[in-house]
């Protein structure tokens, strides 16, 4: 077997045979010619099929060690998919900490069409055993969470699920397929928004799901031509370009990302640290078993709303904004930006505080960024 590196590179991407070239053509056709009434090689129509998307998908599948990768247009549109393989009358059971787009999505799309839901602390599997019910179908979780950074026991959920012939579904948007791949754990489906560590330069919308069973893979293949939400073939190719540096640059995340946890950690002024790589994280032994380094993102609790205004606006090279895993440092407040639609109260019940900020720590000089970090604690 190839290493990441090496897959990240040549999967789904040998050169093209016309020409030779040695990058995956941008294939802009929306249909293409059919040799007579029914016959046709292998592509008809840019919805179903695209000889770029197919080269992204091939190379999704091979990086999440998955058997069919799947390209949409969307996180949330991925995220919708893997759900579609459940009904009305059904009951899942997912982390009562995730996106806040998420949440929305299960909340005020999916349970006023009859979708049961039970939310809970994944923290422990128990939890989730507990949770099981008659009409139970699905496990969905994120870990690490958004944003409290909160891991779920992959092999323990996977144990569980297979146990109780239940479909789990995990979104690994937060680690990338280079720092952990769920799939190798038992997990059935894997969600990544693409816009983030995937893409990596905050210059692509998409989604994408992989998934070991071919019984998912079809009905999966199916949503997807059904309802189209499919990316264009030069989101693909900005794809395909990103992700061979992947590795490389989630390296890059994930040391930076240390070094300030721990000076965070470190400081008086900082009333609490989120990041796996901490030792002081309660899960910090889980996180060493399946992750291979701890990643790009940090939250931290500042002590008031007051204070997250004046450390968010004091940052030079943190820039505030949604979204997260571009070569470029983010900073983000989630109670008024990713988790606005959730409600107080389970705000509060989460530790999402007014006072909680979010980093997406970046590629650029770490000493720029502790610089720009002390910058904005003398804020406070």
Not at 191 to 201: I, N, R
Not at 245 to 265: C, F, K, P, W
Not at 289 to 296: L, N, V
Request: hydrophobic content about 35%.
């Amino acid at each position: 077997m190839p290493g990441f590196n090496t897959t990240a590179i040549h999967a789904g991407q040998e050169p093209e045979k016309l020409t030779g070239a040695v990058t995956v053509p941008i294939y802009q056709s929306t249909t293409y010619a059919q040799q007579e009434l029914g016959e046709h090689v292998k592509y008809d129509y840019g919805r179903t099929i695209n000889p770029t998307r197919e080269a992204w998908e091939t190379s999704l599948a091979a990086l999440e060690n998955g058997i069919a990768g799947f390209a949409f247009s969307s996180g949330m549109s991925a995220i919708a998919a893997a759900m579609s393989i459940i009904g009305p009358g059904d009951h899942v059971i997912a982390g009562n900490d995730m996106y806040g787009g998420t949440y929305r999505y299960f909340s005020k799309i999916l349970e006023p069409l009859g979708v049961k839901f039970s939310y809970v602390d994944m923290r422990n599997p128990a939890n989730v055993q507990n949770a099981i019910k008659d009409n139970t179908r699905l496990i969905y979780c994120e870990t690490p969470t958004n944003p409290m950074m909160n891991l779920t026991d992959l092999g323990a959920i996977a144990k569980i699920a297979r146990e109780e012939g239940l479909i789990t579904v995990v979104d690994n948007t937060f680690m990338s397929p280079y720092l952990q791949n769920p799939l190798d754990f038992g997990i059935e489906i894997v969600v990544h928004s693409a816009t983030k560590y995937l893409g990596g330069h905050s210059d692509v919308i998409g989604g994408a799901l992989v998934t070991s069973k071919q019984e998912h893979a079809e009905k999966i293949k199916f949503y997807q031509n059904s309802y189209g939400a499919v990316p264009s073939p030069f989101d693909c190719w900005l794809l395909l370009r990103s992700v061979k540096t992947l590795g490389l640059r989630m390296r890059a995340h994930s040391d930076n990302a240390q070094v300030i946890a721990e000076r965070l950690h470190s400081d008086p002024r900082v009333a609490k640290v989120f990041y796996p790589g901490l030792a002081s994280h309660p899960q910090h032994e889980l996180a060493k078993s399946q992750m291979k380094a701890f990643g790009g993102m940090i939250s931290l609790e500042t002590g008031s709303i007051d204070n997250a205004k004046k450390f968010t606006k004091t940052l030079r090279y943190f820039t505030l904004g949604e979204s997260l895993g571009g070569v470029e440092s983010l900073v983000c407040h989630p109670v008024t930006m990713t988790h606005g639609s959730v409600p107080e109260e389970r705000r509060k019940e989460l530790g999402i505080t007014p006072g909680l900020v979010r980093l997406s720590v970046g590629v650029e000089d770490v000493e720029d960024l502790l610089e720009d970090i002390e910058r904005g604690l003398e804020a406070l």
